[in-house]
């Protein structure tokens, strides 16, 4: 069974830090996914990597996915009270429907 | 463009009784999914779709079934409602096999 081990579960910090999320697993994933997702609505994606060491910028945030395709991080600089949100990581199955195999989640705040 | 719409947004059900949770999408996506989420546990697939005719059992599929007799629609049916089934549901869909769109979620409890 794959599993995605994210951390931390938690994590308060003040408007203007950077932070860094984990994504971890002893399965390698034909691609990796991260969506945030805020209170009462379903999960957004913001990213998909699928290239070992591959990175994506989106705006302030820097996704990285390992080269060995079994792990992935999220970058936020200068964190922002908007970036609030439960950060979840999913990695692909690489099946015909590439069933998504989801991580547990960061639950963020940003603090003002 | 209304994306993936589910109804209801919130319900209570008995043990024992049964529902239906209904999902929409509007953008012609061949693959649909129901997932469910439960409090540190992430998201688990419950039953997907390849399109209009075809689907098949995710990670949980026990206590659930489904249908797709259109592309736009994919219904997750409960038939004898358990405690255990109290989650938050998502229904998801996508153009092709990585990108997925969320509804915003029903949330079912079973009392």
Redesign the interface.
């Known amino acids: 069974t794959q599993l995605?081990e994210q951390s931390p579960?938690f994590l308060s910090i003040q408007e203007g830090e950077n932070l860094t999320v984990y994504c971890n697993s002893s399965s390698v994933f034909s691609?990796l996914?991260w969506y945030r997702q805020e209170p009462?609505?379903?999960?957004?994606?913001l990213v998909?990597v699928?290239t070992g060491g591959e990175v994506k910028k989106l705006k302030r945030l820097t996704f990285q996915f390992g080269d060995a395709r079994k792990d992935s991080s999220l970058h936020i600089t200068a964190a922002q009270p908007g970036d609030t949100g439960l950060y979840?990581c999913?990695g692909?199955d690489g099946g015909?429907?590439?069933?998504?195999i989801?991580?547990?989640?960061t639950l963020l705040a940003v603090q003002p | 463009n209304a994306g993936?719409t589910q109804t209801p947004k919130f319900r209570i059900l008995k043990i024992g009784q049964s529902m239906t949770l209904q999902c929409t999408q509007d953008m012609n996506h061949n693959?649909m999914y129901w997932?469910r989420q439960d409090p540190?546990?992430?998201?688990?697939?419950i039953y997907?779709s390849?399109g209009a005719g075809i689907t098949?059992k995710?990670e949980v599929p026990n206590g659930y079934n489904v249908s797709r007799s259109t592309t736009e629609d994919f219904p997750l049916r409960l038939e004898l409602a358990a405690p255990s089934q109290t989650s938050v549901y998502?229904c998801?869909s996508s153009r092709t096999?990585?990108?997925?769109?969320?509804?915003?979620?029903t949330r079912l409890s079973i009392l």
């Open positions: 995605l579960q691609s996914q009462g609505e379903g999960p957004v994606l998909t699928v979840l999913a692909g015909a429907t590439n069933k998504l989801f991580g547990t989640g | 993936v693959y997932y540190g546990m992430g998201l688990k697939l997907y390849v098949d995710g998502f998801a096999r990585q990108p997925q769109h969320f509804g915003d979620g």
